[in-house]
């Protein structure tokens, strides 16, 4: 880490370093990490403990996410237009379908995770709100950056990304990636098998905004071999009856 990084910065990277798995982590892995001198993360840890950003286990000494972080996402959270309606409306699809159901957006490039309904499923996949999800592996990701704009942009978002293997099935490889991108668009979903995490099947669709740009995606997360086709056409069929549910609230 280069010591031109200002205390600022390292906060920064120390909050972002918890906010990944497995959400718990001492000064030391931190320091390793980060490649930020141990002392120096000591001190920041200590500031951020005073005010509650980050929390000390007292068993495991180990640090986490606080409180006050929490507040502060879901005031980002609340603070973007039409959210407590497309919560509204993914509870509705979450009650029908009695599946896990989950709502990502596009920022700064990134794919972050706003909502994950698993109230109606026996087995708990697992995925977390406020993550950030991988643009070539699971729906989130393809399905939101399969249309973004402009075009050489992408590509040079796809050759520049670290297109690392999470599941089975993860496509690592960036033609190929680019291959799939071009499918999702002309078929208008997507489908991830076993790609984000082994034995679990994702089907999105996009979800656009007033200027019909793709900003988003609502997926439906299941078990794999516990859906027949008939049964995924159907939940295919009702994604993009929610999705322009969405699309209505003419978000910006």
């Known amino acids: 880490m280069k010591e031109n990084y200002s205390s600022i910065d390292k906060a920064v990277m120390i909050l972002e370093c918890l906010s990944s798995f497995p959400y718990e982590k001492s000064a030391i892995e931190i320091s390793q990490e980060l490649k930020i001198n141990r002392s120096t993360v000591h001190r920041i840890l200590n500031i951020l403990v005073d005010n509650k950003l980050v929390y000390q286990s007292p068993s495991s000494r180990k640090y986490s996410i606080g409180a006050r ?26 009650k029908e379908i009695k599946l ?73 490889d960036p033609d190929k990636l680019l291959e799939e991108y071009s499918k999702i668009r002309k078929q208008g979903f997507t489908i991830s098998d076993e790609e984000y995490m082994k034995g679990i099947v994702g089907i999105g669709v996009p979800v656009r905004n007033i200027k019909n740009k793709v900003t988003g995606c609502i997926a439906v997360k299941y078990i794999k071999d516990t859906i027949n086709e008939v049964e995924r056409e159907h939940i295919l069929e009702r994604l993009k009856y929610y999705a322009d549910k969405i699309n209505n609230l003419n978000l910006w």
Do not use: W
């Not at 972080?69 to 979450?94: C, N, V």
């Not at 109230?119 to 643009?135: D, K, L």
């Open 69 to 94: 972080a929490y507040q502060i996402g879901s005031a980002y959270l609340y603070s973007q237009t039409s959210m407590d309606q497309i919560k509204s409306i993914l509870e509705k699809m979450a």
């Open 100 to 172: 896990s159901i989950g709502y990502a957006i596009l920022v700064e490039d990134k794919i972050l995770s706003i909502f994950e309904l698993e109230s109606y499923q026996a087995v708990q996949i697992g995925y977390r709100v406020g993550t950030y999800y991988p643009i070539h592996c699971g729906v989130y990701g393809k399905c939101i950056m399969a249309y973004y704009e402009p075009y050489e942009k992408l590509k040079e978002i796809v050759y520049s990304s670290k297109l690392d293997k999470r599941g089975p099935n993860s496509i690592t």
